[in-house]
């Protein structure tokens, strides 16, 4: 009965012994899945640059801008771009056209007010500053960083502001926004890192102002204009013109320097006048000013003579002289 019993056993143990081989070869092909798939991830890891921009700070294309002066001068701004590990890395820069632009233009805002600006790749103002993605490539900084950590890229560029923009006073800002990208091959990789500036600049509280006498425009810039009466008449007058364009309000103050008479050479004579502005008499015993707003604004000053019939022969004088502020 012994030699009956043993085959079974036999058999059960070929049994278990064939479950445990095939648990065993299911383990080891799922660890070599796992490894080759490790390995596969490896390189691409490897590879993916990590750089940082650095030392970019908020750009102010002037400190203050006269909407009636020149061109301001061209500002000049620097940044980096640095290799925070060890891997090589091709790269690419492109800045934006900014939060307030549009078409490839580029503006400041101060509430409803619009004041263009622009970036430049090169100091002679040839190449404005694009993204790669939206723009062209020449608008672009590009770099080669070789695998030491820390090393950088220095890179500059150029703002300017256009003349003659005739915009409110304020202070007028806008935010670019700096973007790095890996290059792949041929192509423009992935965003590596972004960063966002301010663009500023204070547009001044300015006037411009032109006297117009007999027809003829005369900047008020220290200029001298003649009004001639010729022979004197009581009650004769004569008119020049006050042509004022500003951005903000704007004040016109106007003295004599005799207290509103003319007097001879001697200065032992006078004859009396007066002068009104827009209509309005104006007292002219001491300095009076007065206060309008902006825009454009064109002020008829006409001078009257008094009576003349006392006055000794002879060649009479005043000096008007008129200063316009911005308020």
């Not at 890395?89 to 632009?101: L, M």
């Not at 202070?171 to 091959?185: E, M, N, P, W």
Request: net charge neutral; hydrophobic share 35%.
């Amino acid at each position: 009965m012994t030699a009956g019993v043993s085959p079974p056993r036999r058999g059960i143990g070929f049994a278990r012994m064939g479950t445990t081989m095939r648990t065993t070869r299911t383990l080891a092909l799922a660890a070599l899945l796992l490894c080759l798939t490790l390995l596969a991830a490896a390189p691409a890891w490897a590879q993916r640059c990590d750089l940082r921009i650095r030392d970019l700070q908020p750009v102010q294309t002037t400190s203050v801008y006269d909407p009636y002066g020149p061109a301001p001068p061209r500002g000049f701004h620097t940044f980096a771009v640095e290799l925070m590990d060890g891997n090589a890395c091709d790269f690419i820069v492109g800045i934006d056209d900014g939060e307030n632009g549009s078409s490839n233009v580029r503006r400041m805002a101060d509430g409803g007010g619009r004041l263009n600006y622009e970036l430049w790749v090169d100091g002679n103002l040839r190449q404005r500053l694009t993204d790669p993605v939206t723009g062209s490539a020449a608008g672009t900084f590009s770099g080669k960083l070789n695998g030491k950590k820390n090393d950088r890229v220095e890179f500059q560029f150029y703002s300017t502001i256009n003349g003659g923009q005739a915009v409110g006073a304020g202070s007028y800002r806008d935010r670019v926004t700096f973007r790095v990208y890996s290059i792949q091959g041929n192509g423009i990789g992935e965003v590596v890192d972004i960063r966002t500036v301010e663009v500023s600049t204070h547009v001044a509280a300015a006037v411009q102002a032109n006297v117009v006498v007999g027809g003829i425009s005369r900047q008020l810039d220290g200029s001298t204009s003649m009004l001639d009466f010729g022979q004197m008449q009581s009650g004769a007058a004569r008119s020049f013109d006050l042509e004022v364009s500003g951005n903000s309000g704007y004040s016109v103050t106007v003295q004599s320097d005799n207290g509103g008479r003319f007097m001879d050479r001697t200065r032992s004579q006078g004859v009396p006048y007066t002068l009104s502005v827009n209509g309005a008499s104006v007292r002219l015993d001491r300095p009076v000013s007065l206060s309008y707003g902006g825009g454009y604004g064109r002020h008829q000053m006409t001078v009257t003579l008094g009576d003349v019939s006392q006055a000794l022969a002879g060649d009479y004088s005043d000096s008007l002289v008129v200063t316009v502020s911005a308020r």
